[in-house]
């Protein structure tokens, strides 16, 4: 009920807002195995339906790198105006050295599994604390810090000027 309440609002909003409403970005890492608020995807897949029937508007959904490198992800890419991927080296065992090149990796794989769509790194970025007693610290063996985070900052920015990749950046505070 919640999820079919939020989904009506963001068309309501789409349409009544038109001109400062860009996209729509129904659910977010909803296909991965860790996620705590999964979704099956053929009911994702009809809430996309759903929400591309109701407005204009190009509607996406955001999951990581390793989902939209998987075969059952072409299903999903079928429905999509465009594709956001989460990317982040640091949270997949890489140190700073290696996480640009195993990030343009990541990006090189899931634009090969999906040719003909437009991709937005939609999440990204390099910690500068991590908080060593939750269960996603196992994966960190990268050394967060403000140096390292301003140095990856600066190679991704770099990297998608260059290649014209659209992207955000995730800052937390």
């Not at 979704?39 to 999951?63: C, F, G, W």
């Not at 939609?122 to 060593?132: H, I, K, N, R």
């Not at 991704?156 to 937390?172: G, Q």
């Amino acid at each position: 009920a919640a999820n079919k309440a939020e989904v009506a609002e963001a068309i309501r909003l789409a349409n009544a807002y038109p001109e400062h409403v860009v996209a729509l970005m129904i659910g977010n890492e909803t296909q991965v195995s860790w996620s705590f608020h999964r979704v099956n995807q053929n009911v994702l897949i009809e809430y996309i339906r759903q929400v591309r029937a109701a407005t204009a508007k190009p509607v996406s959904t955001a999951d990581v790198s390793s989902y939209w490198s998987e075969p059952q992800s072409k299903a999903m890419a079928a429905e999509l105006a465009f594709i956001v991927t989460h990317i982040y080296a640091m949270w997949n065992g890489q140190s700073i050295d290696s996480a640009m090149g195993w990030s343009k990796a990541q990006y090189a794989s899931n634009t090969a599994n999906h040719p003909n769509h437009q991709f937005v790194i939609g999440e990204t970025g390099w910690a500068t604390m991590v908080d060593y007693e939750a269960e996603e610290a196992k994966y960190i063996t990268g050394k967060p810090g403000e140096e390292n985070q301003a140095r990856f900052h600066q190679d991704f920015i770099k990297w998608c000027t260059e290649e014209k990749i659209p992207n955000f950046y995730f800052v937390a505070f």
